[in-house]
Structure formats: C-alpha cells, structure tokens
C-alpha cells in the first residue's frame, strides 16, 4: 500500500531544531501535515521507525510500510481533538494515518462511529475511504517509538508540531480528549504554547477527568480538557478501559464540543 511522501525538498532535517523553527511557520494544517512527515529530529526513533518499515511483520510483508512521522488526522474544522501517544510501529507507522491498523485504533474508531463522529467503525488503510465529523486524531510524538516508550527529550523536541496544530485548530477547538496520561501531560504545555494560561496547580490526569481551561489571549473560549485511559491493548483486555467508558468521555466531550451526537 504506498503513500505519497509530500512534495519538494526541505533542508535540514535531521537537525534537532527543524520542528521549533517550522512548526510555528505553518500558517494552515496541510503544510503542517506535509511538513512534519520530513522530520528527523530524534536520531533514536528516525532509525527505529525505519528499520520496522524494513524488516516489517510476517502478515504485512506486502505492505510498502509508511516508515515516517503521521500527521494529524480527521476535520480540519474540528471543534474536538483527541490525543493519543504515538503511532504503534505496525499501526499508523505501516499505514501512514493516525490510529490506523492495529487494535487500539479498531477500539477507537468503533467508539467514534457509535457516537456518529466516524463514518465508518473500522479504519484498515489511509485509502479505506474512512471521514470523521468534528474531528482530529493526534499525538504528542509522530514517529513509533520501541516499545511505545518516547523519551522526555523525544517528546519534548516533538512538541512543536502538536502547538502548531493546537494553534491552527485554535478559532474552532472547544474540546481536547487526552488519552492516557503520557498524552495528558504532554497536552498540557502545547495547549500552553497556544497562548491558553493553565491552572495551577496543573490538572492531574485520571479517567473522566473534566478540567475547564480558562480563555486566553485571542482565545475568546474556554477548552475542556478530558481524560480516558488509552484504548491499548493492556488496557482493553484487562477491561480497565472497557467500550463503553470510552463512549462515555468522547460522548460529553462531543457534546461540549457542540458536536451532534447521533446514537
Ligand atoms: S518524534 Fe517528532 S520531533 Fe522526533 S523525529 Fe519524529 S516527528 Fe521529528
């Protein structure tokens, strides 16, 4: 399954400043997407995610594996986002869209189409013809890390492409869904980046956690930050994070987010 690589040339990389110094340029979401799917900031990650692309799994050796940063993914309008940790190395890494191709994202997904927010309750390939209504799917670190581990360096250079998307989604955004609490405290500083001032002292994560952050300056709304536990796969067959928990926070989420809400 191939996908585009972007267009024209960007120098420098591979240079740990590359998302401070482009991220705040970005002036709309589809340079920020094609821009960030360039970096090469995390030396670490650079070669883990290419060398999964390489060797790739027995079930996928078809596959012409994405092997790079994934961008954002769902409504550019959206008025709720929803924040996970980072792509999984034979998931969104192999598939090149957020969230899709493993069992995290089937978990994810299905809960979204329930609340009428996704098109459709699976997400198989980026040309699956899958839309989300109201929506964006993010993350906090863009390349598959070992063992679903970013380093605080790695998460922190990685920071600037999530501001920037907070940034650019900042005139609709109402709602922010942070899954897990690697994507909550990693959330808030971006959120911070944005121009938002956060309380102190600062929220700290569980699930069903409702936290109201005040307006800022150029911000005239509030933004009601929500945390579920991640749909992993530890935490889905344990049931800690069973389906309809995680209905339950995208529902009011949705709803503070003035999304209609279907089922
Ligand atoms: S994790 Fe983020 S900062 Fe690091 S190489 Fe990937 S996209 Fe760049």
């Known amino acids: 399954m191939e996908r585009s690589h972007g ?16 991220a705040p340029r970005c002036t709309r979401l589809d340079e920020l997407d094609d821009i960030v799917t360039r970096c090469r900031a995390c ?3 650079v070669a883990w995610r290419e060398e999964v692309a390489r060797v ?15 961008p954002g993914f769902g409504d550019a309008d959206a008025s709720l986002a929803v924040v996970g940790l980072a792509p999984a190395a034979h998931g969104a890494n192999r598939t090149g869209r957020m969230f899709t191709g493993d069992a995290t994202g089937d978990f994810l997904f299905a809960a979204l ?12 390939h980026a040309g699956d013809g899958l839309t989300l209504r109201g929506v964006r799917l993010t993350a906090p670190v863009r390349c598959a890390p070992p063992e679903n581990r970013p380093t605080a360096n790695e998460r ?3 920071r600037s492409w999530l501001s920037a998307e907070l940034r650019l989604l900042a005139p609709r955004l109402r709602a922010v869904v942070a899954l897990g609490g690697f994507g909550w405290q990693a959330l808030l500083p971006a959120i911070r980046d944005t121009g938002r001032p956060l309380p102190r002292p600062r929220p700290v994560f569980g699930h069903g956690v409702h936290v109201v952050l005040p307006a ?9 930050l929500l945390g579920s536990y991640h749909p992993s796969q530890r935490n889905t067959f344990t049931g800690r994070l ?13 709803e503070l987010a003035e999304l209609p809400t279907g089922r």
């Open 56 to 70: 790739r799994r027995a079930a996928f050796r078809d596959w012409d594996y994405w092997g790079r940063p994934v």
């Open 242 to 254: 069973t389906f309809p928990m995680l209905v339950g926070v995208l529902r009011r989420a949705a």
């Open 156 to 158: 922190d250079a990685c």
């Open 43 to 45: 030396p670490r990650l």
């Open 216 to 224: 800022g300056e150029g911000l005239p709304h509030p933004l009601h």
């Open 113 to 124: 189409h329930e609340i009428g927010l996704a098109s459709q309750p699976t997400s198989l």
């Open 7 to 22: 267009r024209g040339a960007v120098s420098g990389t591979d240079d740990p400043s590359f998302p401070a110094r482009q």
